[in-house]
């Protein structure tokens, strides 16, 4: 027997070989990373290292060895008796023909005729951020991608080509084929993002698609052993730039002047000792720490794959007391046999975000000679006892007795079966639901944080907020795929039918009653107890509301090719929706696209400056209801005791009435995006230089508009389709890779052009204001006007700073121009010569859109070391500073930025702040060029440094990869501008204004990728 097993052993071993060997492409160069699996046992395999070097073991029946690299051609080695092997593998224009996703289906990259754009995980992994949207801010041409604040969790605004409607200018958003959330998704389980720039690519989904659509694509289960892959970091937040302002001494120097100036008696505190000297932002900024962990298991075998995935996110905020967290899993399955298939999958997320509870706005106004702590007030808090010293909320009074965070959950299921009635001929049902569940809790102590007792906390109060949205969707799909000679034909059929309701409750209970007229203390439980019910006879009270939207679609494709270089695709889309009245509730939106592949003709056989080049022309027609509300065509009726909600009083006692002030419009119909693009997509100098240009040109027609009727009609002013948007503007992408040896390297850049204009309004008088800055109705700055871009800045011009009565006697010479002003004033620009200041002297000062935005990313790679270094910038664009007419005003007590100690004086002539004064009887302070700036920015978005194991330690460890690294995130910008941060965005019609008071940051973020 011991025979025996000695003889099994030396078979055994005699019946396996150790092969070695490399693998280098046409010009000798390593390739590292390359696959190498057994043929008829696939399971089993190694790759090879960054030297090109690999080693396996066959048994003595396995004698084939398959070589697999991205962009290169498959190769078979037969093994026989060789143990040492060198590989040659040659490129492969067609496997370096990416697959994209695009609406229902995937395609060649080659064979695309729109304007798409695609970023891949390894892109989006390079930038930390719990927003996958974020990450794609300057990846793709033509995609706008703005943040405007640092509050943890808060979003992103995204627009696609510009500016297309007055209403909600977000793309639609589908999430591995159905509509969903992209806020929820763990960027590292995502595969790829798809954007749909051009309405021919993204018609096929009809309304909410004129503003582009962007597919994400998440990872699913791949053949062989099952993995694990575990991806973690931690973040370093620190402020980028913080406001300076004025200390008790420069506070009291600068109120002293403003009075004086004025004439009026100079308050006591200016002359009073100084007992405190608070600088409030020290107290509530800090460095904060955002920490990631991800964790996806996944694999699959011949008729099933799954991918579960786990993500949670702990971020602190800069300002105190705000913190944001995230947990999130993600389940994928997909199971094939014969002609049937089930894919599937599960999503579960949710955040929870504590906001500050004070005023940031009281933080900046807040005067410095108040104390924190103050043990004579009862809070234990210091406010502004002496009644000259302006009076501001104490924000860690208010930190300390109020609190407040909103909780998300959000569910999403979505299962697609298919089966295939015959070859090429496929039916495929989609289903899908998502949740959203919104809670925000809100429980206030009574306290005092400041003088005056009504301005603050006078009595407890408890809120409650409950609201739910729902989307249903069902989708029935008809494919057809055929080959016929040098034809081919891909045919889609569909029906798609959208439910979305949505309803919130909103409760209030006060910790007071009213006796006699007078709101008294009520008879509170225990002032600890944070429910509705623990406020006793206290004042309670609520509201809600439900409301419903549908949307049904039919929608047909077909995407034809001959000789596969005439490509040929058209789509028609009808939709149906329920915002809109019965006469005009349908729309029906064509489109098509050309393409033509000159490198597969003839007379480009023999050049060699190409390897492929495809020409593109495209037109399409998308619907938007997104600017209407969900019954904005029907005239709704208020109910309530107010005379604005139709309330009556009756002998001094409020009844209760109904009233609507809205006019039904059954004619209401849809937004319409006509688009033409022309783009050309090409290879060349080896595969080396890829690229892609773009020129399109959109109008935007029937936009929704509210027309301005007489306040004498005793109506709101209608909803009517009276304005046209125009957009036109030029992509380019460009991406060079080589290799030298071992050295490695591929520079991307993204370069794009916008120009908005608006074409059409009810009238070509018509002004659409954006917001007021100064409480909603006064200093506006942006005007939407035919001619100009929407939301741009009109605004009376600044020329400088008088600097004595001869120039102001000089300028306004017969005193009805500025009467008000002084020496030290600013002039402004009498623009007609009429001889006043008004609407009519206001001139074009610009737009805050950018006009042209551009990116450079350098990737290197050597050996086991990588590198990246990413740039992004914008152009063309100007910000108005919407903080500095307050914290520059000089106006009125509150505190400033220090800077204003170089206000205009007598001695103090060289200077572009004018004096401070009481008032501001010459409104320096007006909307006025004075707070415009060039908003051109350069930042260095992303520096990172990795390194990756090599392959001979990474097989001891028994692990496939393990790579750390370190990055530095938005650590250097490049302005002229001086507010906290250049990244401004803004509304539709109020672009380019910078309120923004919570400090942005930059980060230092050490991670680890392990795989296994």
């Known amino acids: 027997m011991l025979l025996t097993f000695l003889f099994l052993g030396m078979f055994n071993t005699f019946g396996q070989v150790t092969i070695k060997g490399t693998v280098s492409d046409t010009t000798n160069s390593p390739l590292p990373g390359v696959a190498i699996i057994i043929k008829g046992n696939e399971t089993k395999g190694t790759q090879t290292d960054f030297d090109g070097n690999f080693s396996i073991k066959l048994e003595q029946q396995e004698s084939t060895l398959i070589f697999r690299f991205l962009g290169y051609k498959t190769k078979e080695v037969v093994v026989g008796s060789q143990t040492i092997i060198h590989v040659v593998l040659e490129e492969d224009a067609q496997s370096l023909d990416e697959v994209v996703v695009v609406g229902y289906g995937t395609q060649k990259k080659s064979d695309i005729t729109g304007a798409v754009g695609q970023v891949k995980a390894e892109e989006l992994n390079k930038v930390a951020v719990s927003n996958p949207i974020e990450a794609l801010q300057g990846r793709v041409a033509g995609v706008t991608v703005v943040k405007s604040s640092g509050s943890p969790g808060s979003g992103v605004d995204i627009k696609i080509r510009g500016v297309g409607t007055n209403g909600n200018n977000q793309p639609l958003y589908i999430v591995d084929g159905v509509q969903a959330s992209s806020y929820f998704i763990d960027p590292n389980n995502i595969e790829s993002i798809e954007i749909l720039k051009d309405v021919s690519s993204a018609a096929i989904y009809g309304t909410r698609a004129a503003n582009g659509v962007v597919i994400i694509t998440t990872k699913k289960g791949k053949s062989g052993t099952p993995k694990v ?110 002609k049937f298939s089930l894919n599937g999958g599960v999503t579960y997320a949710e955040t929870r975000r504590k906001g500050y509870v004070f005023s940031l706005r009281d933080v900046y106004h807040i005067s410095p000679l108040i104390p924190i702590y103050d043990t004579n007030n009862a809070s234990g808090y210091g406010y502004a006892t002496d009644a000259s010293i302006p009076d501001h909320a104490n924000p860690l009074a208010i930190n300390n007795f109020v609190q407040g965070s909103t909780k998300l959950q959000y569910n999403l299921f979505n299962a697609s079966m298919g089966y295939e009635i015959s070859e090429g001929f496929q039916a495929t049902l989609n289903v899908s639901q998502a949740t959203t569940n919104n809670y925000s809790f809100g429980f206030t102590k009574r306290f005092q944080a400041q003088r005056i007792v009504a301005s603050t906390h006078e009595f407890g109060q408890v809120t409650e907020y409950n609201s739910q949205f729902k989307r249903s969707q069902t ?11 040098d034809h081919s034909f891909d045919i889609l059929l569909g029906y798609s039918k959208i439910f979305e309701p949505f309803r919130e409750t909103n409760a209030v209970a006060d910790g007071y009653k009213t006796v006699d007229g007078n709101q008294v203390l009520a008879d509170l439980i225990d002032i600890n107890f944070k429910t509705i019910n623990a406020f006793g006879d206290g004042t309670r009270t609520s509201s809600g509301t439900n409301a419903e939207y549908a949307l049904a679609s039919q929608f047909a494709r077909v995407n034809y090719s001959f000789k596969s270089k005439y490509l040929f695709q058209a789509s028609v889309r009808r939709d149906g929706s329920s915002k809109f009245g019965t006469n005009k509730r349908y729309g029906t939106f064509p489109a098509f696209a050309l393409g033509w592949k000159l490198t597969e003709e003839d007379f480009m056989k023999d050049q060699e400056l190409f390897n492929s080049l495809k020409l593109r022309f495209s037109w399409g027609q998308a619907g938007n209801d997104s600017s209407l509300s969900y019954y904005g065509y029907s005239p709704l009726i208020e109910v309530g005791k107010s005379h604005y909600n139709g309330g009556y009083v009756f002998g001094g006692t409020p009844t209760r009435g109904a009233i609507t002030r809205d006019l039904n419009n059954p004619d209401l119909r849809w937004e319409t995006n006509t688009s033409t693009n022309i783009g050309i997509d090409f290879t060349m100098l080896g595969n080396t230089l890829r690229g892609s240009t773009n020129y399109y040109s959109s109008l935007t027609s029937d936009l929704l508009f509210r027309k301005q009727v007489a306040p004498s009609a005793g109506i709101n002013n209608p909803i009517v389709n009276v304005g046209e948007f125009k957009n036109s503007g030029f992509e380019l992408e460009l991406a060079y890779s080589n290799s030298v040896n071992d050295f490695k390297y591929t520079v991307n850049t993204a370069f794009s052009t916008t120009k908005n204009e608006v074409t059409s309004l009810s009238n070509l008088e018509q002004e659409v204001s954006g917001v007021g800055l100064k409480y909603g109705s006064d200093h506006y700055v942006n005007s939407t006007r035919v001619g100009y871009e929407a939301g741009a800045f009109f605004l009376t011009e600044a020329a400088g700073i008088f600097q004595n009565q001869a120039e102001i006697d000089a300028h306004d010479p017969n005193g009805t121009l500025q009467p008000a002003a002084k020496p030290g004033d600013m002039r402004f620009i009498d623009q007609n010569g009429d001889g006043k200041l008004d609407a009519e002297d206001l001139i074009y000062a610009g737009t805050g859109l950018p006009k042209y935005e551009y990116s450079l990313n350098f990737n290197f790679e050597y050996k086991g070391f990588d590198a990246t270094v990413f740039l992004q910038g914008v152009g063309g664009n100007k910000i108005y500073d919407g903080n500095a007419f307050e914290m520059q005003g000089i106006d009125a007590p509150r505190n400033f930025t220090s800077n204003v100690l170089n206000a205009w004086t007598p001695a103090n002539t060289d200077t572009s702040i004018p004096r401070a004064v009481l008032g501001d009887p010459n409104q320096n302070n007006r909307a006025s060029t004075r707070f415009l700036h060039n908003g051109a920015y350069l930042r260095v978005k992303t520096i990172q440094l990795g390194y990756t194991l090599p392959t001979i330690i990474l097989e001891k460890l028994q692990i496939d990869n393990l790579r750390i690294y370190a990055t530095g995130q938005n650590l250097f910008t490049a302005t002229s501008y001086k507010g906290l941060d250049p990244e401004v965005g803004g509304s539709v019609l109020s672009q380019g204004i910078d309120r923004t008071l919570y400090p942005k940051y930059k980060s230092v973020i050490v991670g680890i990728q392990l795989k296994f």
Do not use: C
Request: no cysteine; proline share 2%; glycine share 8%.
């Open 229 to 338: 892959e575990f991806d973690s970091y931690v973040s370093f937040n620190s402020i980028r730039k913080s406001y300076n302002l004025l200390d008790a001494e420069g506070y009291k120097s600068v109120h002293k002047q403003m009075f004086e100036n004025a004439g009026a008696t100079v308050p006591t505190f200016v002359t009073a000792p100084t007992t405190a000297n608070t600088n409030w932002l020290n107290q509530i900024l800090n460095d904060a720490v955002q920490i990631n962990h991800s964790v996806r298991i996944s694999g699959a075998s011949d008729n099933v794959n799954y991918s579960l995935a786990a993500n949670k996110v702990s971020e602190e905020g800069l300002v105190l007391g705000s913190d944001f967290g995230k947990k999130s899993l993600n389940l994928n399955l997909g199971f094939t046999k014969g």
């Open 475 to 485: 989708e029935a799909l008809l494919t057809y795929k055929r080959e016929i000679g």
